[in-house]
């Protein structure tokens, strides 16, 4: 990053219409592109029967989607030709779409008949990590780990939160469901415009395209959030036209903003409401060929992310915003401050579900701003919080270093002298960029626009 003087910058490139505010980049250094190959990743159906296949014992899958999980796990089951059973508190264990078996409705009674059971198997226990603090329940459930090593017989404990106790952490195993795709969301989107119009004889004026659009507009919603939003955008409108992707939008974004995860912003700046920042523009310009089919196809290594950083009140937040704009992404705002919680390891999950949500939902710009107010500690000794932001930085250093493709990290700092160094190290950040007052010839400019 260099730090040309004031005055030597070149001529910057104007804006046609008025800008919102002057900024002026002092400088920045290049990066080029690299060739990488694009890898396929393991779809959730081959992943989760990879695991029963390799015979681990018990599957904890933390995830509040329990009849999404069900399906999924009866679609492995009937591949492998292997019944899947099913337990609850309130019907106890029972064969799917079959009749309970008595007396099984207590924990320690449901692992006792499944020890009992012969043959390969696949058994559910919905909500059982509560109980597996019972010594009685924890020692039977290790006893039947022990059993299961040898076959093709595992237990998934599901449950919307987990924790398992140490005793039982050696022999399980963690399944990250994760949240639908647009793919996956299709179905359901199909099935709720079919229903309004049965039911309500609301009129449905949106081809194939326009449900495509709105399945990915609610990437980031669990299956059942999904369908409420759009019964509930339907029936607010009275009609499912063209403009019911942008009010489902609308709806996810206020949807997301209530969990304190990540805020979906909406998408209202481009460099056309800047003056000046002609290193950026011409940055920015640059990798959007990356970012095509084409460069896809080519092989070209999209870009990563880029810190802006400089003098406050000079745009830095509205040029991180406007890459968005720019290149027509989505835009979530990482608040950093929420993701702090007084519980250990409540934190760190927070974030991982945080940057979930984000590759979920990408193409995305995931903006970061004053990010040196989050992490600013980590570069101590730990002893202000217990090493709590270090554990943070150390997942977000991992996730920026083998993220996939498709979310790009625009972060704003007022002290970058603030932030650890190997946060900035190279690889993090695919570029640093300064914001500085505007020159005169910026200033004159907006005057005149004025």
């Known amino acids: 990053m260099s730090n040309e003087p004031k005055g030597q910058n070149p001529a910057p490139v104007l804006p046609a219409t008025s800008p919102r505010i002057a900024v002026q980049e002092a400088g920045s250094g290049t990066s080029s592109f690299s060739a990488r190959g694009a890898s396929a990743a393991i779809n959730k159906h081959d992943e989760l029967r990879l695991l029963v296949n390799s015979r681990h014992p018990i599957i904890a899958v933390e995830t509040p989607e329990e009849e999404r999980l069900e399906a999924l796990l009866f679609d492995v089951a009937t591949g492998m030709n292997v019944p899947l059973y099913e337990w609850s508190v309130t019907t106890g264990l029972a064969k799917a779409h079959g009749a309970p078996i008595y007396n099984t409705d207590q924990p320690e009674m449901a692992l006792a008949n499944i020890g009992l059971i012969q043959g390969d198997a696949i058994f559910l226990l919905k909500d059982f990590a509560r109980y597996c603090d019972n010594d009685r329940i924890c020692r039977r459930l290790r006893e039947l780990a022990e059993k299961f090593r040898t076959t093709r017989r595992s237990i998934v404990v599901a449950a919307a939160s987990m924790e398992l106790p140490p005793d039982l952490a050696g022999d399980a195993v963690p399944f990250q469901l994760g949240l639908p795709s647009a793919e996956e969301l299709l179905t359901g989107v199909r099935t709720v415009l079919a229903e309004v119009n049965r039911e309500q004889q609301i009129p449905i004026a949106l081809d194939a395209n326009g449900i495509g659009t709105l399945a990915r507009n609610l990437v980031g919603l669990t299956h059942e959030e999904a369908s409420r939003t759009v019964r509930m955008c339907v029936l607010a409108r009275r009609r499912a036209d063209a403009g019911l992707p942008d009010a489902v939008l609308d709806a996810k974004r206020q949807a997301m903003r209530s969990e304190g995860l990540l805020e979906a912003v909406r998408r209202d700046a481009t460099f056309d409401d800047i003056a000046g920042l002609r290193r950026l523009r011409e940055w920015i310009d640059k990798r959007r060929s990356a970012l095509t089919p084409e460069g896809k196809r080519f092989g070209l290594e999209p870009p990563k992310g880029l810190l802006i950083t400089g003098v406050q009140g000079c745009g830095k937040s509205l040029a991180a915003r406007a890459v968005a704009g720019e290149w027509g992404f989505e835009l979530a705002r990482l608040e950093a401050g929420a993701l702090y919680d007084k519980y250990v390891g409540e934190s760190e999950k927070k974030l991982h579900k945080a940057l979930e949500l984000a590759q979920k939902m990408s193409p995305l710009v995931l903006w970061i701003d004053e990010i040196e107010k989050a992490f600013a500690s980590a570069g101590a000794s730990g002893d202000a919080d217990a090493g709590l932001s270090q554990r943070i930085l150390a997942t977000l250093l ?45 200033a004159r400019y907006c005057l005149h626009c004025i």
């Open 398 to 442: 991992t996730w920026m270093q083998d993220r996939e493709s498709g979310v790009f990290l625009a972060a704003t700092s007022n002290n970058i002298s603030a932030l650890p160094p190997e946060m900035l190290r190279k690889g993090r950040f695919d570029e640093i960029f300064f914001v500085d007052l505007p020159n005169a010839e910026v």
